[in-house]
């Protein structure tokens, strides 16, 4: 799905941009550019964002967890 209109940038693109380690917006601009126009879509990928690092959160536990026991 066309997350950024303005630069034609996917979820995809902005998801692999957070797990190749994008932190931040800033950080995905530079990546892929998406929210590098009028704006309108930096919500969306903050949320994408938030979701990729809590997915990446929850994978990191469930190995700690996995090795503890
Ligand atoms: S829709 Fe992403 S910068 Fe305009």
Redesign the pocket.
């Known amino acids: 799905m066309i997350?950024?209109?303005?630069?034609g940038?996917s979820d995809r693109a902005i998801r692999k941009a957070v797990r190749d380690g994008a932190n931040d917006r800033n950080d995905v601009i530079r990546a892929c550019a998406?929210?590098?126009?009028?704006?309108?879509?930096?919500p969306a990928v903050e949320q994408i964002i938030d979701a990729e690092r809590e997915k990446a959160a929850r994978s990191s536990l469930l190995v700690l967890e996995l090795a503890a026991s």
């Not at 997350?3 to 630069?7: A, D, E, F, L, P």
Request: hydrophobic content about 35%; overall charge neutral; charged content about 0%.
């Open positions: 997350i950024c209109q303005c630069n940038i998406a929210g590098m126009g009028c704006g309108g879509c930096v």
